[in-house]
């Protein structure tokens, strides 16, 4: 990791809401953004900003989601998250999270990733498949 890596950091990223991000269980005219789709932006939004930190061979892997889906986006609209680096302790990162739409907030909580080295982390995962085909 970086020195930049510090708390009190910002980032903002914007996404439209089109119709893969939506729920489809309440018909067309039903249709809003749907939570884990919430929950897989803002990782993606915090997994990018935490990137430029982080040195080569390095990436974030998610550990823990914590929100309140506040108001419904309906399809088409966009979406606005402002991710902000609350806590690094060593290699776990907390982000404070927070989204909006042109209406409404829509989502408050808070994100932890653990920074990881891709090699090791790659070498533990073929392990495990290795060991779970006995």
Do not use: N
Not at 21 to 43: K, L
Not at 93 to 104: E, L, N
Not at 125 to 133: E, G, H, P
């Amino acid at each position: 990791m970086k020195s930049s890596l510090a708390a009190g950091l910002a980032a903002t990223r914007r996404f439209d809401v089109d119709k893969d991000r939506t729920i489809s269980f309440m018909g067309e005219e039903g249709r809003v953004y749907a939570t884990p789709s919430m929950v897989r932006d803002i990782e993606q939004t915090c997994r990018d900003f935490l990137l430029e930190h982080l040195d080569a061979g390095e990436d974030s892997v998610g550990t823990r989601v914590e929100f309140d889906h506040m108001a419904a986006t309906p399809l088409g609209m966009a979406v606005e998250f402002t991710v902000t680096i609350a806590e690094v302790q060593g290699k776990a990162v907390t982000f404070d999270v927070s989204g909006k739409d042109a209406m409404d907030q829509i989502c408050r909580g808070k994100h932890w990733r653990f920074v990881v080295d891709v090699a090791k982390t790659a070498e533990r995962i073929k392990a495990k498949i290795a060991k779970s085909k006995g």
